[in-house]
């Protein structure tokens, strides 16, 4: 069976794409390294999956890819590749987060329209905007207040087009900020526990009272791989931790951790940050299986390790 995983090098498509490798699956990557982050730290993540003789890389962007070629003999896509961040997807960068991650899926779904190639679209909370209805659910009205939120929405509206129109099997997971080993740089957990295990300034965006539904790498793969098995096409799924904390509280639970204490420099709230998130999980637990299975502490502290081994040392 030949998956492909496209944005291969990155945080979710690396850890994704070794589960499939390790349960015997052919893989297809596809990434083109865009500049939002280091190249080594990625190429750093392709590592382990090199050393699987089933596993096969294309250097590509999306809209550069022979896509009648890439798609024969493929049973199944997992589309994480995207431009991913909130604060900088304003102003003239907005161009970007257009063609990675609206452009490119509409071009994979035009591709596959006629083999009805069964798709994972990696969506996300972003979606929801600033709602005061806590959880979120997959049937609320859909209110972004970031571009980046603007351009995933729109990339998961064209799925469930794709769906209705031409019975291509798409299926959408909201992600609820995913952290874990290989977590982007920029990523507040990552960018928290490497300050304060170099004793250094950490930069926290608002008073810190603002609360996240935190998923870890695990469970979202799982969640991935439930979903081609198992998710109703067409379908959307929420896919969270199964808790709600503050940021203040996982800055403590980080300084217990580490056994350091943090230096926190506040500044103002960032413009398209919402202050809520916490995921109705409902759906993808009686659908795909879903039960969030990492706690906090134990995902902060695989993190951890993870950065003094590999970003640190």
């Not at 987060?97 to 591709?111: P, S």
């Not at 603002?210 to 695990?218: A, L």
């Not at 929420?238 to 996982?250: A, E, K, L, T, W």
């Not at 998130?277 to 695989?302: C, K, M, N, V």
Request: glycine share 8%; aromatic share 10%; hydrophobic share 35%.
């Amino acid at each position: 069976m030949v998956k492909i995983v496209t944005g291969v090098a990155g945080f979710i498509g690396s850890s994704l794409a070794r589960r499939l490798l390790e349960n015997g699956e052919i893989v297809v990557g596809v990434d083109c390294f865009t500049d939002f982050y280091p190249r080594a730290i990625k190429e750093k993540n392709l590592l382990p999956l090199r050393d699987f003789p089933s596993f096969k890389f294309l250097e590509k962007n999306i809209l550069e890819l022979d896509s009648a070629k890439l798609f024969d003999g493929v049973d199944g896509i997992y589309h994480q590749a995207a431009q991913a961040g909130v604060r900088s997807s304003w102003g003239r960068d907005f161009e970007i987060y257009i063609t990675n991650n609206i452009l490119a899926t509409q071009k994979i779904l035009e591709a596959i329209k006629d083999k009805k190639i069964r798709m994972i679209y990696a969506s996300s909370s972003s979606i929801y905007g600033e709602t005061k209805k806590i959880p979120m659910h997959e049937d609320d009205l859909p209110c972004p207040v970031s571009p980046y939120g603007v351009t995933k929405l729109a990339a998961e509206h064209l799925c469930g087009l794709y769906y209705k129109n031409f019975g291509v099997p798409t299926i959408s997971l909201r992600y609820f900020t995913v952290y874990g080993p290989r977590q982007r740089p920029d990523m507040a957990f990552h960018r928290f526990l490497k300050g304060i295990m170099q004793s250094e300034e950490i930069v926290l965006y608002g008073d810190g009272e603002q609360t996240r539904d935190f998923t870890f790498i695990k469970d979202a793969v799982d969640a991935n791989v439930s979903a081609m098995e198992k998710g109703k096409a067409g379908g959307v799924y929420n896919i969270g931790g199964g808790s709600q904390v503050s940021i203040n509280y996982c800055i403590r639970r980080m300084e217990a951790i580490t056994g350091k204490k943090a230096k926190v420099k506040r500044l103002e709230r960032q413009k398209g940050d919402v202050t809520h998130t916490y995921a109705d999980t409902t759906r993808a637990g009686a659908d795909l299986g879903f039960h969030p299975s990492i706690p906090l502490d134990e995902g902060l502290l695989q993190e951890a390790e993870w950065i003094e081994k590999n970003i640190l040392s």
